[in-house]
């Protein structure tokens, strides 16, 4: 009777997953299909992630000269990607698609803040 429960608890379990994979996935759109607006979107949402993460690090912890050095390279690469997020928002706000060497300096910056 145990594993009788316990094999309707592991269907139901994988039913609820299988579920939850194909619906949590059915709005995502492949990045060639995305518009200048969603990349703008996605590209901002990284630089405030990192942002974020460049304050907690300032705030938290003793300020050692390793911690100073990483802090300002994590600035210097926010105020790049900040700069070429505001030229790419530009294209957004005008309404023209943003060239490609455009979409690689934010994409170089937004490396430059993760890596």
Do not use: H
């Not at 009788?4 to 990045?31: D, E, H, Q, R």
């Not at 607006?37 to 974020?52: A, G, H, L, T, V």
């Not at 304050?55 to 390793?66: C, D, K, P, Q, S």
């Not at 455009?102 to 993760?114: Q, S």
């Amino acid at each position: 009777m145990k594993r009788y429960y316990k094999t309707i608890f592991l269907v139901l379990l994988a039913i609820i997953f299988l579920t939850g994979c194909i619906f949590g996935t059915a709005n995502t759109k492949p990045w060639s299909e995305k518009s200048p607006k969603e990349r703008y979107i996605y590209f901002s949402n990284i630089y405030i992630d990192q942002y974020d993460d460049y304050m907690n690090m300032y705030n938290t912890g003793e300020m050692t000269a390793e911690k100073k050095e990483v802090l300002k390279r994590k600035k210097e690469a926010l105020q790049a990607a900040e700069a070429a997020l505001d030229l790419y928002e530009s294209y957004v706000r005008d309404g023209t698609i943003p060239t490609v060497a455009v979409e690689k300096k934010v994409l170089d910056a937004i490396n430059r803040l993760i890596y």
